[in-house]
């Protein structure tokens, strides 16, 4: 099929958020070609994705829905060029293929405005950045959480930064980040042990460690599970703006 000149991409309030973050998610729907465009729903077939990104499926708040995927899925899954496809019959061709999506995430930045604000800020509450150092006090606190709180979070000391904050010399929370696609932007992971929640202390280790990553010149990335309320709560008190709902084959789909 082929390129055309000039693709429809992701829109979304894209004026709102950095350029480094619009240009990275509309760089995968405007390499490639179109398969198929109308006002709500957008294919585009892309020979360059990754094996671990081979579909994915970006909604924006706008709620106009953008997918991408290689041409032997769109092959192996039957989709062809036709007059009207809808978002539910491209799901349902997926299924029929054995092309399983990932749970979808939603997606957080800072807009332009309040990373300007955030960067104006100062540290609040005993609250600093944690290095190797801090192995003993890290692994009190990882002792301290569950198994499954750990896993979700995924905030580890060797990451690319973590903070943490305290509570009479006792680390309560922490955040970790690590640079995310070979993008500039970092990824956080979040976790605050259960007696503390509801303090603030999540909401400082946010906002402190995505100071920190907008001076290194990374744009902070908040990604959580569309039922994890307390997550989507938090994205929002620290000052986080919704970009859009993001979904990836799932690790054990199909090829």
Known sequence: MPKHETQPTPASNSSSFSQ???DFW???FVNGSLLYHDEEFTIIINSDL???NRVMVLETTDGKVSAVLTPALADKAGLTVQEELTEAIFRQKLNGAGITLHGADYLFYFTEEDKHVLEQETVKGDLRQLTVQDDVVFSEFQASASEQDLDDAYVELDHWAV???FDQHNLVCAASMY?????QIADIGVLTLIAYRGKGHARNVVRSISR?????GYEP???CQ???YASTSLAKAAGLTLFGKWEVVSPESAN
């Open 226 to 228: 569309l039922d994890n």
């Open 221 to 223: 990335q908040y990604r």
């Open 212 to 216: 920190y990553a907008c001076k290194q």
């Open 20 to 22: 480094t973050t619009t």
């Open 50 to 52: 990754s094996e671990d």
């Open 179 to 183: 640079p995310w696609e070979n993008a």
């Open 163 to 165: 903070f943490g904050s």
């Open 26 to 28: 509309q760089a995968p």
